[in-house]
């Protein structure tokens, strides 16, 4: 069992700042974030390895930054410059690369509106 516990979303203002964190029940060796909005496929927002690379989506990689922990199995993601084509629910990534297997968190909603 891998629980991937997200905190961190609400409501933000255009241009504004918000940082998701996302906690995992143990060490996983791919983290990240994925977003959905409504008629809208789940993409990609970025990722992270325990070693620290990253992928980042082309909408959010000039200013979001990824982040992880590995002493607390959390991942954190740093978003500025918020617009509202960044309002969809975030759901929090992980990849065991051992099992092949991906797990994902219930999702927290990110809306941006003024």
């Known amino acids: 069992q891998v629980q991937l516990v997200e905190s961190g979303g609400g409501l933000v203002q255009p241009g504004g700042s918000l940082r998701l964190s996302c906690a995992a029940s143990r060490s996983i060796f791919t983290m990240g974030w994925y977003r959905q909005a409504p008629g809208r496929q789940r993409e990609l927002v970025a990722t992270?390895?325990?070693?620290?690379?990253?992928n980042y989506a082309d909408s959010v990689k000039d200013r979001s930054t990824i982040s992880r922990d590995n002493a607390k199995n959390t991942v954190h993601l740093q978003m500025n410059s918020l617009k509202a084509e960044d309002t969809a629910v975030y759901y929090c990534?992980?990849?065991?690369?051992?099992?092949?297997?991906?797990?994902w968190g219930q999702g927290t909603q990110v809306t941006v509106s003024s």
């Open positions: 990534y992980g990849r065991d690369v051992v099992w092949r297997r991906d797990f």
């Open positions: 992270i390895t325990r070693g620290d690379t990253t």
